[in-house]
């Protein structure tokens, strides 16, 4: 049981908005990108890995976005399409913009990867896109940070968040800070401030947390003492949970009660970094609307998060439930360090 | 023997202006890009398939392009040196700009390209990339027309043909008119003019010669005698040549001093369509270099295209002159239609 | 009295944020601008003209904003400076923007204005223009509209708002709503509206009210017990004072006590149409600051508006508090309509 | 006499290309820009004040412009009419552009002038602005460097050129160059250098001159045998008469028969510096259509600036024919120095 205000009688889990992209993953494993001969080709993306991921475990989840009116474009839509996701909200743009690529090496850490995101098809989002009809459908809006970067996306997002509040759709905030996306450190951590005031739950690895501070000058590694400190006002406001992520430290997560749950990870033969957040974010989720409690749906997050590293997509990654709880069982989390 | 104005004492052959990319072909022949599992890495653009082209068959090539400081852009630079092609005037560029992308079906025939080229490295070659004692060192300046359709490259497109006419670098003019890369048409043949003008030779099918036209009133598929006289008043200025493809139907080439030569083409299986014309184009160079008189420039270039479009890639599908002139031993050209 | 929750004890009075630029006004009445002969030069831009109106009445009015770095942001700065405003916030801009500019006929309805502001000055401010500091040495943050409609200065506006609340500087917005500064209405809705649910006190005429509807369906002239029911959500967050200006029918102020008070206008005979509302806001907030209650502020803003009107510019025409007094000893207002 | 190829049986004298805006003169003079009172307005920009110009002198001029759809717009497009000026081809633009708008100081020397031309009206001409038949009635084609500076005016320009030159129609290029006005010395060189040797007339100051050099590396005052040196590679294209302005000193002219004509300057008490230059291409233009030798189009053309220099401001200063030979009849020109 957890007490979230999650409103239940809607037809649609998960509402994500913000990028849905290719991933071409180098076919070869530990080869530097110059060497490597072929590629395979996936769905990804994060707001579209965490889609696929609640779908995987039988959720119904949907998605707002945009891909290029193209095969590559086409090839997202179909997929997510197949994956028994709602993809009436995906636009094909026709301005010249192009679906997110992303051209990896596969390595288990530090491997490089080649962003194709100049004039990115999902960043001319706008506020023609954002349906309160379509939002009220839904149980959760997750909005991925990455989305706010840029105009008129950043404009769409605001929008569907003001549009959950007045239809009280459950917002998550995935902060997905990626600096280069942004023209600034300061105009990321403004928009990340005035759309994390407005969140219900908010979720973000300890780098992404900073971005929350207006003057980003907090040490990088706080305790969780610290953290609870920082974070404090938003429970003032309308946010209930608040996640944050320590890779192989573990996570952190606070609740608007004043708790403070600290869990460990679970340990896995790594085959590329990506993945793991979208795995954990989209997983937590089918949880809350399940309504377990809060430590349940952590674990199982950190469960599905290990699955998808140790396979070599994002998407295709994503557990089922029957292969999560049997990970599970045969598996045990490390300490929170 | 050709009576061209070429410079001979000079130590590069061909310095080649404008893009240089990677390819990533589909591993899957003739299926669509949305079922395509994987992709093939190669080099290509117009201007660095000339190159290759030239160094295969033994010629000194140097290459004048931007691409971008990442792990493609690192690929690039490092096929092209290993090539033996001069890659000192290839500068990497970190302002988010991306190396030109191309993805692509492996059809005999429009197959879908999904291009990415939002903010290419290529189009940001600047007047300060252009050094006027790397020009003077050339004996041909081979100029793709793609490098004229945006600023900066355009104005260090012009820059270069400025500095080739004050030093005497020949230049020829491959018309490479992509639509797509040009704010309209009518702006395409102002530019494409101008150029035009200042170019000793001009090479182009039958819809880029069009171009040149300020009203694109032309037939599309114009006579040789109509051909003729719209192409006049360049040979008034300082043309030498001219040579229109007509596909399948073969070559027509034009001289200042008034002839018109035919030829058809060679025969053979077709696994993609692209290459072709950049094949045709470094062997003619090479053949014009060589002192080869211009049917046998030509019979040789449609010899190479004909190599080239059998084989699956366009970089790694250039012959050498041993597998050319073999090739030619071989095989007959179809007659000119 | 009125209790309204303004922090008293502070150096600045109200420090204004937005445009302060130059207006050039016919000197010959009632005459078309083609016709014109010669024009005069005043200082305006509705900020600049708060902040003045303020310090004539004896109020410490401050202001942020930028000009261009040639003779004409010169002559803004010394004129503010003159008037004893503290310009330390002003930034002279030298990249290529132009202090603001309006060339106005003078005639008392439906003049024509024509306005330079392509890249204006003003719209340049920048979240470093912003600094936590000044904004905590003052009473009142007024902020313009019109600083929303581009970034930069959209952002430098939003983060003077995140300073103000975080040191609980008081908060008031003049819609200040003008069609041709933004990219749509609907984003000039979804800004005003997360603006506006962080200001104290929101002032508009009845057009501007419409802009905090996210679906511009209001009735333009509603009736005050729709206004109020319109307006209710606001007063559920911080605002604590709304006033809706209905231009000859007078005005209504709602409070967060839940009192709607209406007042006539002041009759007079007008030159121009310009600088009533900004009169009327200085004077407001200069009568808050003194602790009056709220109709009196209200009647002192009508009657400076008046005075404004009836004078033949914005900044020279703002009366002092022996003016204005001895106006509304003179003078009485007509009946709400 | 003068022997330049000029067509003479045709209905416009000089079709002039480029800017037509508004002037607004301090009403007093010697007065900082700060301190001024009141502006005056008047029509200038350089190609419009050389129509006047040469309307006043009688001779039939046309104009090739933008203009805001706008009180000044309409009062540029009138007052150019009411002179006589051919005005069919001056386009109204709300598209946002604004007319060009100089604000100047009336000093003799060093004015300060605020130039507002963010966005200017006249650099949106485009290519669907210039017809061909319009200037195929015109015996010359004045075009102000200016319009080459920014895209879409510089196509336009490069366009209009293209047009004259294929009905012969003769070019007037008016170097015009103002470096605020290019991105950079190196860009306004090159497409400096490109429409010098497509015009049958080159006029410029020393300054301007310069910009002709790729390299900029010419010592600002040259001699006149090194700038016959400089110049001379223009005289073997279609140049037939290059004129180097050198303010007091006088100006050089040379002809494509290898003379270099040296003249000096008619002294006055000068009021301001601007109008001079429009004054002189006007005046020498109206001499060379009407046949008269090149030493006494010169002639005129420095008294037409010494009168225009006098007065108090561009267009209203031009001289008819009467008070320039009446001028004339009554001062003695300088030596060259």
Redesign the interface.
């Known amino acids: 049981m957890n007490d979230l205000s999650i409103e239940h009688g809607r037809s649609i889990d998960v509402l994500c908005l913000g990028r849905a992209g290719v991933d ?1 993953y180098a ?1 070869e494993e530990n080869t ?3 060497e ?6 996936f769905v990804g993306g994060s707001p579209a890995n965490i889609a696929v991921s609640l779908a995987r475990l039988g959720g119904r989840a949907a998605i707002i976005s945009v891909v ?1 009116n ?3 474009g ?2 997202v839509v ?1 997929y997510l399409n197949q994956q028994g996701i709602d993809i009436k909200a995906v636009r094909f743009d026709a301005s ?3 679906t997110s ?1 992303a ?1 990896t ?1 596969m390595k288990p850490t530090e491997g ?1 990867v ?1 962003l ?1 995101r ?2 990115a098809a999902d960043l001319q989002l706008s ?1 023609d896109d954002i349906q309160l009809d379509h939002i009220a459908q839904a149980k959760i809006l997750l909005v991925s940070g990455t989305a706010l970067s840029k ?1 008129p996306s950043r ?1 769409a997002t ?2 569907s968040i ?1 549009h959950a509040r007045s239809v009280n759709t459950f917002v998550v905030l995935d902060l997905d800070y990626r600096a280069y996306s942004w023209a ?1 450190e ?2 990321a951590s ?1 928009y990340y ?2 759309v994390a005031r407005a969140s219900n739950v908010i979720i973000g690895n300890l780098e992404e947390i900073n971005i929350l501070s ?1 003057h980003a000058s907090l040490e990088y590694d706080m305790q969780p003492n610290k953290l609870e400190a920082f974070l404090k006002p938003y429970f003032q406001g309308v946010a209930e949970l608040i996640i944050v992520k320590r890779a192989e430290g573990g996570s952190l997560a606070f609740t608007k009660d004043g708790r403070c749950l600290k869990q460990g990870v679970y340990s896995v033969s790594v085959k590329k970094p990506f993945g793991a957040g979208d795995a954990f974010a989209g997983t937590l989720m089918h949880g809350l609307i399940k309504g377990l409690d809060i430590e349940t749906c952590i674990r199982r997050g950190s469960a599905a998060a290990a699955i998808n590293v140790s396979r070599d997509s994002c998407t295709e990654a994503m557990p089922s439930l029957t292969e999560l709880l049997s990970f599970m069982a045969r598996n045990e989390q490390t300490k929170f360090k």
Not at 36 to 41: D, G, H, I, T, Y
Request: glycine letters at 4%; aromatic letters at 8%.
């Open positions: 071409l076919a530097d990108i110059t490597v001969a072929s590629f395979k080709k290029s193209d095969g590559l086409r090839y179909d010249g913009a192009r690529l051209i090496e490089e080649v194709y100049n004039q506020m105009s404009e605001l929008l003001e600034s300061q105009e403004l401030q005035i207006t």
